[in-house]
């Protein structure tokens, strides 16, 4: 099961990480990101909100681009290696049960493996969701934020409960 690689705008990352840090401290928390892309998602939170980020991707130049763009970027300041995973992986088979937030950015015929995902994750735990939302019947119970205005592109996050 395949997604291209769309990566999330810059100003969307942006609105959504400032958000959650103020529902929750990011400051240490941990980060996956399912299909990492170009890295951008997981190398924002690591600089701005000194998060613990995972990358998993399964695209051999994707991760090279991602370990470019970290070695270009970082600075014995950030330490930014120090807290950026680059993760050779099938997210489908990815175990996420340890994180505090899961980045996706799923796709309509993949939805029910990422409603699988979302079971996996510890009670607590945010999900957050590009462009296409989960089936609410199927991960109760829940929160819900609706960031769509906020970011000026659809984003659902949900709290599991
Ligand atoms: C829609 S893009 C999202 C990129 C990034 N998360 C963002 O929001 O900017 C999806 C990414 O998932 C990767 N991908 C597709 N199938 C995958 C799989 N089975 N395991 C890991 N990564 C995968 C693609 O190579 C692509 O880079």
């Given at each position: 099961?395949?997604?291209?690689?769309l990566?999330?705008?810059?100003?969307?990352?942006?609105?959504?990480?400032?958000?959650?840090?103020?529902?929750?401290?990011l400051?240490?928390?941990?980060?996956?990101?399912?299909?990492?892309g170009?890295?951008?998602?997981?190398?924002?939170?690591?600089?701005?909100?000194?998060?613990?980020?995972?990358?998993?991707?399964?695209?051999?130049?994707?991760?090279?681009?991602?370990?470019?763009?970290?070695?270009?970027?970082d600075?014995d300041?950030?330490?930014?290696?120090?807290r950026?995973?680059?993760?050779?992986?099938?997210?489908?088979?990815?175990?996420?049960?340890?994180?505090?937030?899961?980045?996706?950015?799923?796709?309509?015929?993949?939805?029910?493996?990422?409603?699988?995902?979302?079971?996996?994750?510890?009670?607590?735990?945010?999900?957050?969701?590009?462009?296409?939302?989960?089936?609410?019947?199927?991960?109760?119970?829940?929160?819900?934020?609706?960031?769509?205005?906020?970011?000026?592109?659809?984003?659902?996050?949900?709290?599991?409960?």
């Open positions: 099961m395949d997604l291209p690689f990566p999330t705008p810059q100003p969307v990352i942006k609105r959504i990480f400032y958000f959650l840090n103020n529902k929750i401290t400051k240490g928390k941990s980060l996956v990101d399912l299909g990492a170009d890295g951008r998602v997981a190398i924002f939170v690591a600089k701005e909100y000194f998060m613990q980020s995972s990358a998993v991707e399964i695209n051999l130049e994707m991760l090279q681009t991602i370990k470019d763009t970290i070695a270009q970027i600075s300041k950030d330490k930014l290696t120090e950026i995973r680059v993760i050779e992986a099938d997210l489908f088979n990815f175990d996420v049960s340890s994180f505090d937030v899961v980045y996706t950015y799923p796709f309509p015929k993949c939805i029910r493996s990422f409603i699988h995902i979302f079971h996996q994750m510890k009670k607590g735990a945010y999900m957050i969701c590009i462009r296409w939302a989960l089936e609410p019947e199927q991960i109760l119970p829940f929160e819900l934020y609706d960031l769509t205005e906020i970011a000026q592109f659809p984003v659902y996050i949900y709290r599991k409960g």
